[in-house]
């Protein structure tokens, strides 16, 4: 099954060059707190040298609408994907202030089906599913139960994320079905920086959408 592809905790000119490489189909840019993060200039410089055919997606947490809106329009991003506690009040407000078309994603820590049950009613353009961590919003490197979703699949579009690598990627997609997948440390090398060689053995492995 082809699936839509994002290559997220993008932050330096080299990673530009891979996207540029193997054109995944989102490159996701971190704002929020995190060892991946970018300010706006960095993001905007870096989006500028962005084929134009990979979409960039910004990442907040719990960020003021107003901030989130303002980043968006600066870098040109085309999605915003909230990451940390934003509710149905947080994300219609935030519908008023993005430019137009700018597609809301929202993620979901998964632990059980009732998490997918509620993440559905959400008035958002697409769900991402992520593991869950107690005191981490994202970005652990860590699985969840797969089975969750492959018995309780949302309604809405989703991408998965979670410990995602070259390695595990065709059996999450065989198990669960998404629209797309959503990786950053699986294509990292020891350094903490993406990895060219790792790249290329997911686009070997993943049926594109």
Not at 7 to 31: K, M, Q, T
Not at 178 to 192: A, L, R
């Amino acid at each position: 099954m082809p699936v839509q592809v994002k290559i997220c905790g993008i932050r330096r000119e080299a990673d530009i060059h891979f996207l540029n490489e193997f054109l995944p189909h989102y490159a996701g840019f971190v704002f929020a707190e995190s060892k991946r993060r970018v300010t706006a200039r960095e993001a905007a410089e870096l989006i500028q040298k962005l084929d134009s055919r990979v979409k960039p997606v910004g990442v907040f947490v719990n960020a003021p609408p107003e901030e989130v809106a303002q980043t968006a329009d600066f870098c040109g991003l085309l999605a915003v994907q909230l990451h940390g506690d934003e509710d149905g009040t947080y994300i219609r407000r935030l519908r008023t202030l993005l430019p137009a078309g700018t597609a809301i994603w929202k993620a979901v820590r998964v632990r059980e089906e009732g998490d997918i049950v509620q993440a559905d009613s959400t008035d958002v353009d697409i769900l991402l599913l992520d593991s869950y961590t107690e005191k981490v919003y994202g970005g652990t490197g860590k699985s969840f139960n797969w089975n969750i979703v492959a018995e309780h699949p949302p309604k809405n579009t989703f991408f998965v994320a979670g410990g995602l690598t070259p390695l595990n990627i065709i059996e999450a997609i065989r198990t669960m079905h998404p629209f797309g997948i959503d990786i950053s440390g699986g294509v990292e090398g020891p350094d903490g920086c993406k990895d060219r060689n790792k790249i290329a053995a997911l686009f070997a492995a993943v049926p594109l959408g």
